[in-house]
């Protein structure tokens, strides 16, 4: 028998992943974003994101081949199926799973490319508190594709797939695909 939570913690996964979305496309609104939910063995949500907004801007058509190429996995501590047929949830953790940005690495390394850092910490709380330090990390992730545009290797204009004025003219490092 599942123990029932006080309503005021539930919500619907698929409010959760709305709120996921609305967030990134504040800092990338012409990026891919995928978030699905599964409850095959655990119920589960992964995220996926990337710089590119379709298939064909990556290299052989490869999500993973793209240069800001990310997942994240939330796995419910907490659930029960309502009426509806939606899991509600009460406490979230929020994992990263691959995480990149790479950018060409300096000439004279044997190394093809670098890959930045952006920092992050397993966060478990509530609803809003995994929302915030998914708004923190994109915030800084959107920094450092800007900081590095113009050493971001891509196949587009790296200018429209941030909001308008962010990255100015320049189009990031196209000399090499």
């Known amino acids: 028998m599942i123990k029932i939570i006080e309503q ?3 919500y619907h996964v698929n409010f959760l992943l709305t709120e996921f979305e609305k967030i990134f496309r504040t800092y990338f609104p012409k990026s ?18 990337t710089l590119a907004s379709d298939k064909s801007e990556v290299s052989y058509g490869i999500w993973q081949n793209d240069p800001m ?5 939330i796995y419910f501590k ?7 047929g939606y899991v509600l949830v009460d406490i979230l953790p929020l994992e990263i799973g691959q995480s990149r940005l790479y950018v060409p690495a300096p000439k004279g390394t044997n190394r ?4 930045i850092k952006i920092p992050y910490r397993k966060t478990t709380g509530s ?3 995994i929302l915030k330090a998914f708004a923190t990390y994109i915030s800084k992730l959107q920094k450092a594709v800007i900081e590095n545009i113009d050493r ?13 004025g962010k990255a100015g003219r ?4 196209i000399s090499r695909l």
């Open 170 to 173: 320049r189009r990031g490092n």
């Open 152 to 164: 971001i290797e891509v196949s587009y204009d790296l200018a429209t797939k941030l909001p308008p």
């Open 32 to 49: 891919n974003f995928s978030a699905n939910f599964s409850d095959n063995i655990v119920p589960v949500v992964h995220i996926t994101f």
């Open 8 to 10: 005021k913690q539930l």
């Open 127 to 129: 609803k809003e508190r």
């Open 112 to 115: 093809v490319y670098n890959s």
């Open 69 to 73: 190429f990310h997942t994240f996995s």
């Open 78 to 84: 907490k659930f029960m199926i309502d009426k509806d």
